[in-house]
């Protein structure tokens, strides 16, 4: 496990072509098939539960490992972040993102407003760039930024309160919207939540999958819905798995979804594919 883990952090921080191929990707702009192919995007369908059709997705990353094969972000983030290479690797996930869904809404009938969830981890919240990095992707793309969100976890966010309120004010300014991921799995200061221009919070999968085990259980979930919706924001349950999870979020009025119960995350093709199905939940 340990030998794993500094063997892959020595071949991403060895990894001297990602940013040249990155600063390459930004020059050229059509060019990024190597990229491609050693961290291709998959997207997971964000589900509008009154509906039960699908109202965006979440970009999720991968890398594709030439000799490891695919390993899984909860891997390999942590060492992009020791390493630094989750900045241009960040820039990419969401540079390759917005032009997909623009791509999306301009091709599929029905998909105008497609909308497209991007986390960002704590070093890319907390570097200023990152508000340039967003305004010249938006540009570049011309995607509209009231269809991006962007994803902070809550224990990012409650590291320096203060100052994080000011960045997500900044960002807010470029009209993109934001929310507060992993909610209610750290520490979270209810008496600042009011403060955080959010537009969503994202509960956890530990509350939902649990929420089957007792009125206990389902009472938490309850409480983080009525909370955030009292604080004019929009909830999107993670990690749904059965039609009894789906039937329990749909009662308490939460008013996204997400989960292997819809889909697993999907590479790019197969989520095209799933579009032009239009399912419905
Ligand atoms: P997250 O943001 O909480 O993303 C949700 C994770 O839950 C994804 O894992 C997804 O595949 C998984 N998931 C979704 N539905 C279900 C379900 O019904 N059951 C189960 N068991 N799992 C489900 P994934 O793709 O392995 O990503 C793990 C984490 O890595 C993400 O957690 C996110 O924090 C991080 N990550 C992924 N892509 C990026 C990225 O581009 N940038 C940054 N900074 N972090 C990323
Ligand atoms: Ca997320
Ligand atoms: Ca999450
Ligand atoms: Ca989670």
Redesign the pocket.
């Known amino acids: 496990r340990l030998e794993l883990e500094t063997d892959l952090r020595r071949s991403l921080r060895d990894n001297e072509h990602l940013r040249q191929k990155i600063h390459d990707l930004q020059l050229r702009g059509e060019d990024y098939s190597a990229l491609n192919s050693q961290f291709p995007?998959?997207y997971?369908p964000i589900v509008d539960l009154p509906s039960g059709r699908i109202a965006g997705f979440?970009?999720?990353?991968?890398w594709e490992h030439p000799q490891r094969g695919r390993v899984?972000?909860?891997e390999f983030?942590p060492l992009?972040?020791e390493t630094g290479e989750?900045i241009p690797?960040?820039a990419w996930?969401?540079e390759e993102?917005c032009r997909q869904v623009r791509q999306w809404q301009q091709q599929i009938p029905g998909c105008e407003h497609l909308t497209i969830?991007?986390?960002?981890?704590g070093k890319?919240f907390n570097q200023l760039d990152l508000l340039d990095t967003i305004a010249t992707t938006l540009e570049l793309t011309q995607l509209d930024p009231h269809c991006v969100k962007l994803?902070i976890?809550e224990s990012v966010v409650m590291d320096e309160v203060e100052a994080a309120i000011a960045m997500l004010n900044k960002m807010k300014a470029l009209n993109v919207k934001l929310g507060i991921?992993?909610f209610g799995t750290g520490y979270s200061s209810l008496s600042y939540l009011h403060q955080f221009p959010t537009d969503t919070l994202?509960v956890?999968?530990s509350f939902?999958?649990r929420m089957e085990q007792g009125e206990d259980k389902r009472a938490i979930v309850k409480t983080i819905i009525d909370l955030a919706h009292n604080l004019n924001m929009e909830v999107v349950a993670?990690?749904?798995?059965t039609p009894e999870e789906l039937a329990r979020l749909r009662s308490l009025a939460c008013e996204y979804g997400?989960?292997?119960?819809f889909a697993?995350?999907l590479p790019k093709h197969e989520a095209t594919a799933l579009l032009h199905s239009n399912p419905r939940w």
């Open positions: 995007v998959y997971q979440e970009a999720l990353v991968r899984f972000p909860g983030i992009a972040e989750i690797l960040g996930v969401l993102a969830a991007i986390n960002l981890s890319q994803e976890t991921d992993d994202k956890d999968r939902v999958s993670e990690g749904i798995e997400q989960g292997y119960f697993k995350p």
